[in-house]
């Protein structure tokens, strides 16, 4: 696998997570405590107290964890895993054994540094660094998840193909990542790759015909939660960000490069750069040429 590896270094010189002993976490370190993906869930006194946006983002991992139909003892793939996030999760929630996926050195490193912490979570969870568009690691396994990652995968179906290959007979795969709509442009891809550095969004016109070209049929269960980025969400985000986690952000990075040149980070520049990003989805939900999406298919028995 290593020969094989293709790591960016993108997460790799992150010193604002590693402030908070989360290096590769960034400003998510902040918000969610670990890196979790986001808190989509319909709570609109969870999106108006930013001290409960990590238990949303918990709630979030769980409800994946419900709709792939973990069960105890199940063994569970996580493509992308991030800092392992999600894998301590449903680890502590389900009871599942996970293999945890990243292609990134910096993520590895923190994810099983974490995991190390408690040996229910290091026997439980196996880090694997490899790129799974290449390879993963051998199976079978019962459920396989993917969580808000597809941007960064240039070829979906070299990955979807992948982890079918992988899961049991019956195994369970759950994709739940934001999307780009029928209506989406080059513009709006343009611009959310100034934000977001990477252009593959998963698009919903696309993501079932890219699985049931590895070999999944169609989807049993599609659920769309864009209604909360055009809701909650877009009404108490930056309240939050401003009010809530900016002071602590910017006290740990103060100034920013003019009165300070040279320091490694600024929180009031970060800030703003986050909230800007955050609002260009907002934005492309609220026009509805994006959307989030969590979708169930099954590998035949």
Known sequence: MGAELYDDGHYTLDVVGAQLGLPGA?????????????????????????????????????????????????????????????????????????????????????????????PHQRD???????????????????????????????????????????????????????????????????????HFQYPYFARTDRVETDLMATGFPTAETIVDFGHIARGPMAEHFERQIQTYFAPRVIADWPDDPVIAPGRPAYGRMMIDEFVQAVNVTLELHRRCHMTYRRVLVRKPS
């Open 26 to 118: 960034g400003l998510h370190a902040y918000f969610t405590r670990d890196l979790l993906h986001p808190p989509m869930v319909p709570d609109a006194s969870m999106w108006a107290d930013g001290r409960q946006w990590w238990q949303g983002s918990i709630q979030h991992t769980i409800d994946v964890g419900r709709l792939a139909e973990l069960r105890d003892d199940d063994h569970v793939l996580d493509v992308g895993c991030g800092l392992g996030g999600p894998a301590r999760v449903l680890v502590h929630h389900y009871g599942v054994w996970v293999t945890s996926v990243t292609n990134s050195v910096a993520h590895a490193a923190t994810c099983q540094r974490l995991n190390n912490r408690s």
């Open 124 to 194: 439980r969870i196996r880090v694997v660094l490899a790129d799974g568009q290449r390879q993963l690691p051998a199976g079978p396994f019962d459920a396989a998840i993917s969580i808000n990652m597809l941007y960064q995968v240039p070829n979906h179906r070299a990955i979807f193909a992948r982890v079918f290959d992988r899961l049991a007979a019956g195994g369970r795969f759950v994709i739940d990542d934001w999307m780009l709509t029928p209506l989406a442009t080059q513009a709006d891809v343009d611009r959310l790759v100034a």
